[in-house]
């Protein structure tokens, strides 16, 4: 019996489960369509090397033989969504039988199970084996759990897959974790590696047409346009990154540099989303270069745990907790997002660089994300769903299983605690201690109150004073309280009018 076999714009991997059998006769559905261009306005790099990965990836596929039906965007035909091109090719087809590997996202994950329904096809959805922990293993390693925490998920993951573990069992090194070694500030003189680019290819230079012509209005520059569309692009980096770049990716993963966008980071996140690289082979491909020492322990694990560890545990976070992850708001935070997250002015130069990054590249890198966007938006309690919708529009590596656990359970603490132990909140001083961002910024992170104090700073006391209910017993903050008890009443009242002068500002568009 023939089937058809769909293929979403982040399965472009050849060993995707819908794949695994495929057979004469079958033909592979792949489509650009509006609805998931468009369900947030997402960066126009983002839909480019996505459309461009997609066009190469069908290519690959046709030349091996196998049946393709690619709809283009523009095509005339193209009716514009998942549920509707599924129909529409199972009819022209003649196709009951679909298969498909399980989505990203909880809302294609509904979509999918209505087509039974709603088109009367059989619908086959297989798990998405190239996460290292299927939805369910996770589900039982949570199971009856008071706490859930990354460190111990990782161990069990380090030692289920075997990587940098010593044949006695024990984790190589004598540690699981050396973050320790990993949180240097910024060395004077820190920059950016070189990094490989890819010439264009007709599919890109046809992709960046389109794009440029149908969703220039979206936030965010597409050109110059740097990443790799294809797999063997993508190895390239890989290759690349691991032989110059992760050395030294443990000891600065913290650190924020003036122009610097992306550092010792991989840059590979988009790639692994999409599917052109797959988390175990970057996995043992680290472990092997330390191995053959090309690179040091700290940097290796560091890398590894971001990928072995971080990334799985959010995804099964993610399918754990929805559809009600979504709705949780544990500050009930609704302060409308200011414009410059959109690019507006501000003077916060730590704001404005990130902002700028994201702008021209799709990306910032993990610590701005947090440390800079996320923790301003924590502590002035912007939108939870503003918050996440910029999050998940705003960067090419943005799907919803990875983005909601970050943005509201790791930079929000939106879960109440379920994803972190407790807020990343941090005040000016951190920011001045971990970037050189302070030096050139109309604020001061030495002052608290006045007209030139970092706004962070104010911000950050206000948040645990106006959060105390929820907070205090958190057994995480011991000194938090503490000393804001031990601050004069004047003070207290000095800071909280800071505050207020802030979002004053903010409201304005004068901060
Ligand atoms: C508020 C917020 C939103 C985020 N949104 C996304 C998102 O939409 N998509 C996304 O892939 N990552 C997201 N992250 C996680 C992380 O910031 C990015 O994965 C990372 O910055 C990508 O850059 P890189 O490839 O250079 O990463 P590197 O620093 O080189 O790290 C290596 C790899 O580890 C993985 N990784 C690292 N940290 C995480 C993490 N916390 N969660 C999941 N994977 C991780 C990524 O695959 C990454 O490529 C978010 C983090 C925060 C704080
Ligand atoms: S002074 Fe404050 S606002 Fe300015 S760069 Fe430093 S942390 Fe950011």
Same mark, same amino acid.
């Given at each position: ?43 126009? *790099? ?35 969504? @998942? ?27 509904? %979509?999918? &199970? ?42 069990? %993951? ?29 060395? *004077? ?20 047409a389109l794009v440029g012509t149908r969703f220039s209005a979206h936030f965010g520059t597409l050109e110059p346009f740097h990443f790799a569309v294809t797999r063997t692009q993508a190895l390239v980096e890989l290759d690349d990154f ?15 540099? &003036? ?8 840059? @590979? ?8 690289? @797959? ?106 769903? &503003?918050? &996440? ?32 132990? *407790? ?72 800071? *909280? ?15």
């Amino acid at each position: 019996m023939s089937h058809l076999r769909l293929v979403l714009a982040d399965q472009l991997s050849e060993s995707l489960s819908a794949l695994a059998d495929v057979q004469a006769g079958d033909t592979i559905l792949m489509c650009e369509v509006m609805e998931e261009a468009t369900y947030v306005r997402h960066h126009p *790099k983002k839909i480019a090397f996505l459309f461009a990965a997609m066009r190469h990836f069908a290519a690959e596929l046709s030349d091996r033989g196998l049946q393709v039906r690619y709809v283009t965007l523009t095509d005339p035909a193209n009716t514009g969504s @998942l549920t509707s091109e599924v129909a529409r090719a199972a009819t022209e087809l003649g196709l009951r039988q679909v298969i498909v590997t399980e989505p990203g996202e909880y809302r294609v994950s509904r %979509m999918m &199970q209505s087509w039974h329904a709603i088109l009367g096809l059989d619908v086959e959805i297989r798990s998405d084996d190239r996460f290292l922990c299927a939805i369910d293993r996770f589900a039982r390693w949570a199971s009856g759990k008071k706490q859930l925490r990354m460190e111990y998920f990782y161990r069990e %993951m380090r030692k289920a897959y075997h990587i940098l573990i010593e044949p006695d069992g024990t984790p190589t090194g004598g540690q699981w974790n050396y973050d320790k070694e990993n949180r240097k500030p910024p060395a *004077k003189g820190l920059v950016s590696p070189p990094r490989i680019s890819h010439p264009p290819s007709a599919i890109l230079q046809e992709v960046l047409a389109l794009v440029g012509t149908r969703f220039s209005a979206h936030f965010g520059t597409l050109e110059p346009f740097h990443f790799a569309v294809t797999r063997t692009q993508a190895l390239v980096e890989l290759d690349d990154f691991i032989a110059r770049i992760l050395p030294h990716f443990g000891d600065y993963q913290d650190a924020m540099v &003036q122009g610097e966008a992306f550092l010792n980071h991989s840059l @590979l996140s988009s790639y692994i989303n999409a599917g052109l690289l @797959l988390p175990l082979e970057i996995c043992r491909k680290a472990e092997a270069a330390y191995r053959n020492n090309r690179v040091p322990l700290n940097a290796a694990e560091g890398f590894i745990r971001q990928i072995l560890g971080w990334r799985e545990y959010v995804r099964g976070i993610y399918w754990l907790m929805m559809p009600d992850y979504g709705e949780l708001n544990f500050f009930d935070a609704k302060r409308p997002l200011p414009d410059f997250y959109w690019g507006g002015n501000t003077a916060m130069a730590c704001i404005a660089e990130a902002v700028a990054h994201t702008r021209d590249h799709a990306y910032s890198h993990h610590i701005q994300r947090l440390m800079v966007t996320g923790n301003f938006a924590l502590i002035a309690g912007l939108d939870v769903k &503003q918050v &996440q919708d910029w999050y998940l529009s705003v960067y090419s590596d943005a799907y919803e299983w990875v983005e909601m656990p970050n943005t509201l359970g790791m930079a929000l603490f939106g879960d109440g605690g379920l994803l972190g132990s *407790k807020p990343y909140a941090a005040s000016g001083k951190y920011i001045d201690k971990m970037s050189n961002y302070c030096g050139g910024c109309r604020y001061n992170p030495q002052e608290m109150t006045g007209e030139t104090a970092c706004p962070f700073n104010a911000l950050y006391w206000d948040f645990f004073a106006r959060n105390r209910d929820k907070l205090e017993a958190n057994q995480r903050l011991p000194f938090v309280y503490s000393t804001w008890d031990k601050f004069s009443p004047d003070r207290q009242a000095g800071i *909280k009018n800071q505050a207020a002068s802030v979002f004053n500002r903010m409201a304005q568009g004068t901060l």
